[in-house]
């Protein structure tokens, strides 16, 4: 491991542990966890998540390895405002059911507003459990849309809305005879594992 140098904090610093600690609570993995998949000390880590270690640019790159992202995605300050024209929405449609998922913001860590569009009787893939106190806000536009939580199910038509704790497997389906369309907002909670 490089040598970090201690410093009184520089905005910098701390701008670069935030993000740090903000990718490693919406991973949900502790120090130790990023310790061990970085080489970087624990106690280093600390340091560096509260803006009074910076660190050498070989270390930034591991600890972003370790957190399984850019080291871009550390350092880069958002802009003011960040526009996506249409037809510019990453774009996911699964093979087998035509389901199409549009990526619409992620404006920040745990945070995601995400459009779907169902095809008449198709299902959604089964989610794995999200972190304790993650929510699913569902808003429907158009069609019927069943929304399972573990064994319960609710079924929302054309203008409802449901917030969901999604600490449980889930999924969903469209029951109607047209496509059913809905926004998505996850959202995990962001405070430190």
Known sequence: MQTEIPSPGSD???QFG???????AQLAITLDQLAQASGVTSGALSRVERGLL????RNAMAIARGLGCELSDLIQSPAAAQITRAGEHPRFVHEDTGIVRLALARPLPGLELLHYDVPPGQVSSHFAPHRPGTREVFYVESGTLRVWTGAESVLLQAGDSAQLAMDTEHHFANEGNATARFILLVAAPSHGA
């Open 12 to 14: 910098s610093d701390l």
């Open 18 to 24: 935030l993000a740090v600690r903000a990718r490693r």
């Open 54 to 57: 910076s660190v050498s640019l």
